[in-house]
């Protein structure tokens, strides 16, 4: 994937007293970390449907060749599979988040 995750401005934190400074200070956008999720998400649906679009292709007899179908197919499925990795790493730090004691 083209989307690179970047990490936090270097003012989004003051560690002086401990505030958020800046948008991450409940600001009613959305934060850099959710819009770059969700075009992440948007990009491997976009995978997805091109794989199917190619493989409908491959079966109704329009498609050029198995080669560029199986490729893909094989991307989608990387694309996927690195997903449920993210999903699965943000769920266990909410987890290790939750079960901290303030």
Same mark, same amino acid.
């Given at each position: 994937?083209?989307n690179?995750?970047?990490?936090?401005?270097?003012?989004?934190?003051?560690p002086?007293?401990?505030?958020?400074? %800046?948008?991450?200070?409940g #600001?009613?956008?959305?934060?850099?970390?959710?819009?770059? !999720?969700?075009n &992440? @998400?948007?990009?491997?649906?976009?995978?997805?449907?091109?794989?199917?679009?190619?493989?409908?292709q491959?079966?109704?007899g329009n %498609?050029?060749?198995?080669? #560029?179908a199986?490729?893909?197919?094989?991307?989608?499925? !990387?694309a996927? &599979? @690195?997903?449920?990795?993210?999903?699965?790493?943000?769920v266990?730090a909410?987890?290790?988040v939750?079960?901290m004691?303030?």
């Open positions: 994937m083209s690179t995750i970047q990490g936090l401005p270097q003012n989004a934190f003051d002086s007293n401990g505030t958020s400074l %800046g948008r991450f200070a #600001s009613p956008g959305q934060s850099d970390f959710m819009s770059t !999720l969700s &992440a @998400m948007d990009q491997v649906g976009q995978l997805q449907s091109e794989a199917d679009g190619k493989v409908a491959l079966l109704n %498609g050029q060749d198995v080669h #560029s199986m490729i893909a197919v094989e991307k989608a499925s !990387l996927f &599979a @690195m997903m449920v990795q993210v999903r699965n790493k943000i266990q909410y987890q290790q939750s079960g004691q303030f």
